[in-house]
């Protein structure tokens, strides 16, 4: 099954939209590139990144494993890269969590996302319905996590937690490319980004091909670490939320294996 966002028209139905790194067109993904200096591609590999497909957001920071945001803060800290584990595609998580459990962590979403609403109610739901030691509530204004809105050519992003063991604290989500899909799919893909903002690592990071298609690129332990959890499966798991890429109009709530890792941190 192929886990990657498909235009809806039929002349660009070859032109392939990756949830998270969206790349319309191999033109769009030069002029992309091209911006990113070769010091801060050299700086996101030193930091365990990919940096393959680095994407200015235009606002000084950069977009990296296709829904990762780094900032210029973020290039310049030298972190522990020895907690990566090389394996196959299973759950993975950074070396820092959330921490003073249980907790709950407010989530607010901004006006302009207002069509959404729906989309963050359905994945608070599923995160709520595990009975986890972290619990996510809305609120109108000012969340522990505030998902606004973005533009560029990539559908969301957001970040790890914290040293100090706070969630990260915004998710971005383009309006206008996730525009025509179903509550389900972006409930899929802010459920997505709400687990980077708690802990979780990509569950094919080690081959985005698994889920993207193209050649394999490894997004290495990024110095945040990528720690194997417990009782995951160590072959393909093609349903997992945490997925790099995502098909159109695909839902994804938790599988089975997503549940074991959730219940095991939280």
């Keep these: 099954m192929r886990k990657t966002i498909f235009t809806l028209t039929a002349v660009v139905a070859a032109c392939v939209l990756t949830l998270f790194a969206c790349r319309k067109n191999a033109s769009n993904e030069t002029a992309s590139s091209s911006v990113v200096s070769d010091d801060v591609l050299a ?5 365990g990144f990919s940096n393959k497909d680095v994407i200015s957001d ?4 950069y977009i990296v494993e296709g829904d990762i945001l780094l900032s210029e803060a973020d290039l310049n800290t030298k972190n522990d890269v ?3 584990r090389v394996g196959g595609e299973e759950q993975y998580r950074t070396t820092n969590l959330v921490r003073n459990l249980p907790r709950t962590i407010t989530v607010s979403m901004s006006s302009a996302l207002s069509t959404w609403s729906t989309a963050l109610n359905t994945a608070i739901s599923r995160y709520n319905a595990r009975g986890l030691q972290i619990t996510f509530t809305r609120v ?5 996590i505030n998902i606004i809105n973005g533009s560029g050519s990539f559908l969301a992003s957001a970040g790890f937690p914290t040293s100090s063991g706070n969630p990260y604290s915004q998710i971005i989500l383009n309006n206008s490319q996730v525009t025509g899909q179903p509550q389900n799919t972006v409930a899929s893909i802010l459920a997505h980004e709400m687990g980077h903002c708690i802990g979780f690592r990509h569950t094919d990071y080690m081959n ?3 889920s993207c298609g193209g050649s394999a690129v490894n997004e290495g332990s990024a110095g945040v670490g990528a720690i194997n959890i417990p009782g995951t499966p160590t072959g393909p798991d093609a349903n997992s939320w945490m997925l790099s890429c995502i098909g159109s109009g695909q839902n994804r709530p938790f599988n089975a294996n997503d549940v074991i890792a959730l219940n095991y941190l939280y």
């Design 208 to 210: 985005r091909s698994y």
């Design 58 to 61: 235009g606002n000084g920071n």
């Design 140 to 144: 109108s204004s000012g969340g522990n």
């Design 43 to 47: 700086k996101v590999y030193n930091l």
């Design 82 to 84: 020895s907690l990566l």
